[in-house]
């Protein structure tokens, strides 16, 4: 089953139990949002799952692409991207969650075909804050699917304070083995849909008070869920990214995690700067100069002559359209150009200072915050240059 299949399959299924499709936003949260770039599918929709009525009513389903920073380091494993989409769907004080359960267990081994006996569910086991997800915990033993109760894992928060509540995590496993273990104990079982009942608002102190509206709030990667539908090893491996995996080598021969970081992050740069974002010293744009730098980083270090104009237009075309962003190509690449320009120039004045017999000693915080904050010369680039 190809990416868009899974997605179609997805929008038409809750459609037709009563969900209306919310077009997707850009990865650029609306003014005033501290968040740097959309996170979920759920972000876009926070003031209505605070309470405020949605014009589409109180069942809702869409797509959203999403992009999260916090993973970068992780990036290259086979699960984690930078860019990814979510399919999300949510009851704004409508269904509670043993529906939003039975649905996804539908969607999964009616609409998708998967064995129901390479499922596996967690759910919240209870504490002193709340006690146990009963109701769910029933639901996934009515269905013959095994459960791994516990605590953390199993509770959602937005942050320190605000919405909050337990939830259930469906897994899917993904050895050469018959199923075994439980999702906490064996890497094997992947996480692929999370179900959270917001039921609770933790206040300054810490105490919970009820929400005036339950919220139901899942999330479906997208890309993590077709590489297990398609059979492959990794979100790398599955059909978005085969022109990727098909072009990229023929340019430059990279190892398996470097093929997959080079990828990842030219994706991503792609789909940022399609939604209006240009490398700077802050903010987003340093999200995308970092994006493009660890790119040429990894390029140059086997071959300085590398360059990003070797990027095929086709790469760029297939990223734009997947995203659904109305951009002409060339307006990608120049940008992508400029910034390996700037890159190349300070490389070469890095360089020239690390030279300078002060620096050639180890270095301590004080040159490291000198080097930045007069020469502009960031700690990973100082730590890459005194490698070589």
């Given at each position: 089953m190809k990416t868009e299949d899974i997605v179609r399959t997805f929008l038409e299924y809750f459609e037709e139990r009563g969900h209306r499709r919310v077009t997707g936003s850009t990865l650029l949260p609306p003014p005033g949002d501290p968040v740097l770039f959309t996170t979920s599918g759920m972000h876009p929709l926070t003031p209505y799952l605070e309470g405020r009525p949605h014009p589409l009513g109180r069942r809702l389903v869409n797509v959203q692409r999403c992009l999260r920073t916090t993973d970068l380091d992780e990036v290259g494993d086979s699960t984690h991207l930078t860019v990814f989409e979510m399919l999300g769907t949510w009851s704004l004080g409508d269904y509670e969650g043993p529906e939003s359960l039975d649905w996804g267990y539908g969607l999964l081994t009616e609409g998708l075909g998967v064995d129901p006996g390479l499922l596996h569910a967690t759910v919240y086991g209870g504490d002193e804050r709340s006690g146990r997800d009963s109701a769910s915990l029933e639901f996934w033993q009515s269905r013959g699917v095994p459960v791994e109760l516990t605590v953390e894992d199993n509770w959602w928060s937005n942050g320190p304070t605000g919405p909050c509540g337990p939830d259930s995590e469906i897994f899917f496993w993904s050895g050469d083995t018959p199923p075994r273990s439980t999702p906490t104990r064996d890497d094997r079982w992947v996480e692929v849909w999370n179900h959270v009942m917001m039921r609770h608002r933790r206040l300054d102190d810490g105490s919970?008070?009820?929400?005036?509206?339950?919220?139901?709030?899942?999330?479906?990667?997208?890309?993590?869920?077709a590489a297990l539908l398609q059979g492959r090893p990794s979100v790398f491996e599955c059909d978005v990214f085969d022109p990727w995996r098909r072009l990229v080598p023929t340019m430059w021969p990279l190892e398996e995690r470097s093929l997959r970081l080079v990828s990842d992050h030219l994706?991503?740069?792609?789909?940022?700067?399609?939604?209006?974002?240009?490398?700077?010293?802050?903010?987003?744009?340093?999200?995308?100069?970092?994006?493009?730098?660890r790119v040429l980083t990894v390029l140059w270090r086997d071959d300085p002559t590398r360059g990003l104009g070797d990027l095929p237009s086709e790469l760029i075309e297939h990223t734009l359209y997947h995203f659904r962003q109305d951009m002409d190509p060339a307006d990608v690449r120049r940008p992508l150009l400029d910034e390996e320009q700037r890159f190349r120039r300070l490389l070469d004045r890095g360089r020239r200072i690390l030279a300078r017999p002060r620096f050639r000693r180890p270095l301590d915080d004080e040159d490291l915050h000198y080097l930045h904050d007069t020469h502009g010369l960031p700690r990973d680039l100082i730590m890459t240059l005194r490698q070589e």
């Open positions: 919970l008070v009820p929400l005036p509206q339950r919220t139901i709030d899942t999330g479906l990667g997208l890309e993590r869920l994706r991503s740069a792609v789909v940022v700067i399609g939604d209006g974002v240009r490398p700077s010293s802050t903010g987003r744009g340093y999200v995308l100069r970092r994006l493009v730098r």
